[in-house]
T-cell receptor, first 111, second 113 residues
């Protein structure tokens, strides 16, 4: 079945630093979504990508839909303490298909 | 504008019991999907309801069933609970069966003892 790979499992950065994380798939996806989840809460949608090569920003966050359609990237610039959380990528292979999630990357920001 | 709401937020059940979880979608949304999130894992798709019918199903046994009501709200039922069913159950709503973006509720934390 479809799987999304996110690594490493955890990342530790200094406040003010930029951080990049990627998500890869063994199969093609037509939609990529990036979510952030805080402890005890549901995932919150950060950015949605619909077209190969698309680059989309949401404040300090920028995400890209890989040209091969098998990967996506999320960049957070000038990190702040509230960026702490778990970042999930999710992909959808086509119309009417389910969302598949990666295992997530836990981001820690040192003040 | 209310987002996705789920109830209850937490519950504890005994192995073998049955449980019902509830979800009200975001205003204007007509499609509800349910996910199971085990500790340290990403959400796993259980099933999706649209027009009061189950439209898609993930790799979950028949012990997991659901329902969607005319007002688009939904229930997830799990029978014969196992210890391994302990997880955060998430409801996501979207507009239309061919959805693009799913918005999640805060989840129901189910503990089976």
């Amino acid at each position: 079945g479809q799987q999304l790979n996110q690594s490493p499992q955890s990342m530790f950065i200094q406040e003010g630093e930029d951080v990049s994380m990627n998500c890869t798939s063994s199969s093609i996806f037509n939609t990529w979504l990036w979510y952030k989840q805080d402890p005890g809460e549901g995932p919150v949608l950060l950015i949605a990508l619909y077209k190969a090569g698309e680059l989309t920003s949401n404040g300090r966050l920028t995400a890209q839909f890989g040209i091969t359609r098998k990967d996506s990237f999320l960049n957070i610039s000038a990190s702040i303490p509230s960026d702490v959380g778990i970042y999930f990528c999710a992909g959808r292979a086509g119309a009417n298909s389910k969302l598949t999630f990666g295992k997530g990357i836990t981001l820690s920001v040192r003040p | 504008d209310a987002g996705v709401t789920q109830s209850p937020t937490h519950l504890i059940k005994t192995r073998g019991q049955q449980v019902t979880l509830r979800c009200s979608p975001k205003s204007g949304h007509d499609t509800v999907s349910w996910y199971q999130q085990a500790l340290g894992q990403g959400p796993q798709f259980i099933f999706q309801y649209y027009e009061e019918e189950e439209r898609q199903r993930g790799n979950f046994p028949d012990r997991f069933s659901g329902h969607q009501f005319p007002n688009y709200s939904s229930e997830l039922n799990v029978n014969a609970l196992l210890l391994g069913d302990s997880a955060l159950y998430l409801c996501a709503s979207s507009l239309g069966f061919d959805y693009t973006e799913a918005f999640f509720g805060q989840g129901t934390r189910l503990t089976v003892v």
